[in-house]
């Protein structure tokens, strides 16, 4: 089974601080999607990574793949209180996504 | 309009009984899932529907039986619930089964509390 562990799995901090979330895992994945989930809502698409050492950026966020594939990083810049939320990595198995344990993050104004 | 929708939203009811959660998609897509979030939000596949055919069906108990009239519905059915069921549902969809780099729509959820 593959598993993706993501750390820490709760961060508080206060608007305008970096921060950085990752993603682990043991096994090799073709690719790693980013998803945010707010409160009452369903998880929604960020990025999805492909290549080795790959680094997307989408705005304040960078996201980075592992040069070998088995884990990912979230770098948040300037945080907002607008980034609130639940980050989860995904990783595809099997045809259907494969879920890290999540990190938890409060954005203080 | 509304992407992927779920139907409750909410739904509390009394261990032993059976329920429907109902999910509709207006993407075009030809798959669909059904996940399941406990309390520590961990997020874990139960099915999974490609053009109405069953492809993927994890160790989830035969309580538990999708249905897909269509490839825009995927239906929910849980018999004799019990307190462990309590959760929060989602339904997602995607265009195709097995691509790596697919992007799944997800539901507003359904959370589910058995009393």
């Known amino acids: 089974t593959q598993l993706l562990e993501q750390s820490p799995q709760f961060l508080s901090i206060q608007e305008g601080e970096n921060l950085t979330v990752y993603c682990n895992s043991s096994?090799?994945?073709?690719?790693l999607q980013w998803y945010r989930q707010e409160p009452g809502e369903g998880p929604v698409l960020l990025v999805t990574?492909?290549?080795?050492?790959e680094v997307k950026k989408l705005k304040r966020l960078t996201f980075q793949f592992g040069d070998a594939r088995k884990d990912s990083s979230l770098h948040i810049t300037a945080a907002q209180t607008g980034d609130t939320g639940l980050y989860l990595c995904a990783g595809p198995t099997r045809r259907a996504l494969t879920f890290g344990s999540g990190t938890r993050l409060q954005v203080q104004p | 309009d509304t992407a992927v929708s779920q139907t409750p939203k909410y739904l509390v009811t009394q261990m032993g009984n059976d329920k429907s959660i109902k999910c509709e998609q207006n993407?075009?897509?030809?798959?669909m899932y059904w996940y399941k979030q406990d309390s520590k939000k961990f997020l874990k596949i139960m099915f999974s529907y490609n053009n109405k055919e069953l492809i993927i069906n994890e160790t989830v108990p035969n309580r538990f039986s999708p249905k897909s009239p269509d490839k825009a519905h995927l239906n929910l059915h849980i018999n004799s619930l019990e307190l462990g069921d309590s959760a929060v549902y989602f339904c997602?969809?995607?265009?195709?089964?097995?691509?790596?780099?697919?992007?799944?729509?997800f539901g507003p959820g359904t959370r589910l509390t058995v009393l």
């Open positions: 096994s090799v994945f073709s690719s």
């Open positions: 993407l075009g897509h030809d798959t």
């Open positions: 990574v492909v290549t080795g050492g």
């Open positions: 997602a969809s995607s265009r195709l089964a097995g691509t790596t780099t697919d992007t799944q729509y």
